[in-house]
């Protein structure tokens, strides 16, 4: 497990000065370019970076693009502090997202390189009493790195809260790409990816964290050692840098999800859904149909299917629409008393006792059947279910005027129902209280 070491000096091979010695040795004067105090630039190499010191506090930046022309083919490192020292530096106007103001730029440029797979970029930014600290990393491909056979010239631009009083040094921590293991060896991954050693696959490219600056990861994001580069924390790297890894281990509230990507790795709110757009004003029997939100169109749902259209039922039992099946209690009737059934209902034997009215049994109970054999008026329905077997009202809503209903009507031809209703286009008082048009259908039993 990769555990960073902040604040720890460590000597490496190669250049490598302590910060007392190699600020002093690098503080940078105005150099002219912009006028005395709008730049400071320092061409060439620089030193390794050693431990910071330990009043030194971090200073977050943030990248932005912007065209460099060709100042990014001579290799520099350039802090901008004015938008005169930007003009003067690139030939153009600083970018509308830079401000001046309040903000300043370091410009790194790694040089021209022969090939692909170079990247530069700005590790940390640091301050030390009047001193301001700026890390580069410049990232080179390795052996069996797959890269583009053309001359590159690999930069970055970041902006960060000015820092008035200060001077820079400039100082580097850089890496190469290890790709003689794993799968990358022959993969080329688009920009702004990079390939996962393990899996031979191109994905975003991973946070950095860890080494001299000791950046921490994101949300609940864990530190971890980074096997591609040749840099173990294991033997002696106590400043190596790092890679963010995430595992949920935190529960969140309903309105939020775990977002587990590196860069975030904490709970993230849920967007509520839209609101619902405004709804043509109809009356729908069954309802309106909804759209992938859930939200009502302006179409009515058909009439459900009405699955007792081929089922008889036993005398004193009702056919369920919904699931075609008969169910529902025998009305009773006749018998000793003489009850009679409701409605037009007409009083039949009961075939499941052994009472049978032909045969003496004149005081039988019997059960009530229902068969229409009447006609409804139009604003009204034979129920045929034994215990009502009669006319009942619709439950439609009540009719407009025409002279209140929309124009023009509906294209729907009309039609007259078995029961005599008409069936089509219906203009009807909507939820609302206003007049508006419907398509109602024939009952179907």
């Not at 302590?18 to 105090?37: H, P, Q, T, W």
């Amino acid at each position: 497990m990769f555990v960073h070491q902040t604040v720890r000096s460590i000597t490496r091979a190669g250049r490598r000065l302590s910060f007392a010695a190699a600020v002093g040795a690098l503080a940078l004067a105005g150099c002219g370019i912009g006028g005395e105090g709008d730049v400071q630039q320092v061409n060439g190499d620089v030193s390794d970076a050693a431990s910071p010191p330990a009043t030194a506090s971090t200073i977050a930046f943030q990248e932005f693009s912007d065209d460099v022309g060709d100042r990014a083919a001579t290799g520099s490192r350039t802090l901008i502090r004015s938008a005169r020292g930007y003009q003067s530096v690139f030939g153009h106007a600083p970018p509308a997202s830079v401000d001046f103001s309040r903000e300043w730029v370091i410009f790194y440029a790694a040089g021209a390189k022969p090939t692909g797979g170079y990247e530069a970029g700005v590790l940390a930014v640091l301050r030390s009493g009047s001193t301001l600290i700026a890390i580069t990393e410049l990232t080179s491909p390795g052996a069996g790195c797959a890269v583009t056979l053309a001359f590159t010239s690999p930069h970055v631009l970041v902006k960060f809260p000015a820092q008035p009083g200060s001077t820079a040094s400039f100082f580097k921590q850089d890496r190469t790409q290890d790709c003689t293991s794993g799968g990358c060896a022959a993969v080329l991954c688009p920009a702004g990816s990079t390939c996962d050693p393990t899996t031979g696959t191109c994905g975003p490219a991973p946070v950095r964290c860890g080494g001299i600056a000791g950046i921490a990861c994101p949300g609940m994001g864990r530190c971890v050692d980074d096997p591609s580069d040749g840099c173990d924390p294991n033997a002696g790297g106590a400043d190596c840098g790092g890679v963010c890894a995430c595992v949920q281990n935190v529960l969140c509230t309903t309105d939020s999800k775990f977002d587990s990507s590196p860069a975030v790795c904490a709970c993230v709110p849920i967007a509520p859904p839209p609101p619902c757009p405004p709804v043509c004003d109809i009356y729908c029997q069954y309802g309106n149909v909804p759209d992938a939100n859930g939200c009502p169109t302006c179409r009515c749902n058909p009439p459900p299917t009405n699955a007792c259209a081929a089922v008889l039922c036993p005398a004193g039992s009702t056919c369920d629409p919904a699931t075609g099946k008969c169910s529902g209690a025998k009305v009773a009737c006749g018998g000793f008393a003489g009850t009679p059934c409701p409605g037009f209902g007409r009083c039949a034997d009961d075939p499941s006792d052994s009472c049978d009215p032909a045969a003496g049994g004149a005081d039988c109970a019997g059960v009530c059947s229902c068969v229409q054999n009447v006609l409804c008026t139009t604003n009204s329905t034979f129920d045929s279910s034994p215990a009502v077997c009669a006319c009942v009202p619709n439950t439609t809503p009540p009719a407009c005027p025409p002279e209140k209903c929309p124009a023009p009507a509906p294209a729907t031809p009309s039609m007259i129902c078995a029961d005599g209703t008409t069936a089509g286009p219906t203009c009807v008082v909507t939820a609302s209280g206003a007049c508006g048009w419907t398509i109602t259908t024939c009952a179907t039993r």
